[in-house]
């Protein structure tokens, strides 16, 4: 494979990568539960609202126009300037940000407007039995499993040190040459390990973070909100493991690069493929789900009441603040996925964990690089 087609192929793939995370931002009113529109609270029959129906469709049209657009310049830049292209495909990120703060804004007048508030206490009893027999994610010891992934890779670098030439290559600029290197020596063995067992760390404080969140309940569907959460709880911890495990597993590259027996054009091109193809299982648990269940229960009936209303512990639609809540995260307002409650001194313990940790992970790197 010429290095011109390794070039192309890879700027493509960077570009694709913008519009499908593009895309899948636009999709996201469509894939929040029913009670709730831009982050706000609502009846499920507000969803049906011509006025919220249009902001959900500008929204769709901007997000993926921006998407589209950061994706042509993002197969220009990718090349010849990367720190312009990483700064473009954050842009549909910002963009899809800023149209729901100003559409959030929109909705809470329509709201008032409306007199659309709580009628009714918040029935969470209600939903006690269905809670214990709906499924649940996966548990915390498949992640076992990282270990031989990372005890394989242990061993492939093992096997190909004697091969390896002296200083190894370690980095490589835009046009593929390398531009750094490292002596020879035990670092060379302990980096892919190294690397592997900080990702899998992470991966698995985010499979806790799913089986510790609180489970939501539709005050009007109680049975069929718990049951559905459950079946995305456990698609998502799936979805999360088996993308752990493809990742971790491609650090598997680094030491097949260090002994030169794959090109860094090459390993580049591997490394795009797989970040796609650990996207997509992500991506069809979101749009078959939705979020925290809710495509599942659109064939109910909406209710045109608004039963549970907490809008004023989620500042800007995407943090969640109460200090009376003890869950550490929360299913998100805006979004797939789940929310730390920032009111808890648990989830500021968790972040200055996880803080510690990066820079535990980087000051190692600088370690293993002397």
């Not at 067992?197 to 109680?222: G, K, N």
């Not at 698609?235 to 090109?263: D, E, K, N």
């Not at 998100?332 to 009111?343: C, L, T």
Request: proline share 6%; glycine share 6%; aromatic share 8%.
């Amino acid at each position: 494979m010429s290095p011109h087609l390794i070039a192309l192929i890879t700027n493509v793939s960077m570009a694709l990568i913008t519009f499908l995370s593009g895309s899948f931002i636009a999709a996201t009113p469509w894939l929040t539960r029913g009670r709730e529109a831009f982050a706000v609270s609502v009846p499920e029959s507000a969803q049906k609202d011509p006025r919220i129906r249009r902001m959900r469709l500008v929204y769709l049209a901007c997000v993926l126009a921006v998407s589209a657009v950061s994706s042509v310049a993002t197969l220009v830049l990718s090349s010849t300037y990367p720190i312009a292209m990483a700064a473009v495909v954050c842009v549909p990120v910002a963009v899809g940000f800023a149209l729901m703060l100003v559409f959030r804004t929109r909705v809470q007048a329509i709201k008032r407007a409306e007199g659309w508030e709580t009628r009714t206490a918040r029935l969470a009893a209600v939903a006690g039995t269905a809670e214990a027999n709906a499924p649940r994610p996966l548990p915390l010891s498949w992640n076992l499993l990282y270990l031989p992934v990372i005890l394989a890779t242990f061993g492939l670098t093992l096997a190909l040190y004697p091969s390896m030439p002296d200083p190894v290559p370690m980095h490589f600029n835009a046009t593929g040459a390398v531009d750094e290197y490292m002596a020879k020596g035990w670092q060379v063995v302990a980096m892919p390990a190294a690397v592997q067992a900080f990702m899998a760390l992470c991966l698995t404080a985010s499979h806790w973070q799913i089986l510790r969140s609180r489970r939501p309940t539709s005050p009007e569907h109680p049975v069929a909100s718990a049951i559905a959460y459950g079946m995305f709880a456990r698609a998502q911890s799936a979805a999360l493991f088996v993308t752990g495990l493809v990742i971790t597993a491609s650090i598997a590259i680094m030491p097949l690069a260090f002994a030169g027996i794959v090109t860094s054009e090459q390993s580049i091109v591997a490394l795009v493929v797989i970040v796609i193809g650990a996207i997509i299982p992500n991506l069809a648990v979101s749009l078959y789900y939705g979020q925290a269940g809710s495509r599942l229960l659109r064939r109910m009936t909406a209710s045109s009441s608004l039963d549970f209303d907490d809008d004023e512990r989620w500042k800007l639609g995407v943090f969640y603040v109460n200090r009376e809540d003890p869950s550490v995260a929360v299913p998100r307002r805006f979004g797939i996925g789940w929310a730390m409650n920032w009111g808890n001194p648990k989830a500021w313990g968790l972040a200055a964990l996880l803080i510690a940790a990066i820079a535990a992970f980087i000051v190692m790197i600088e370690i293993l690089l002397k």
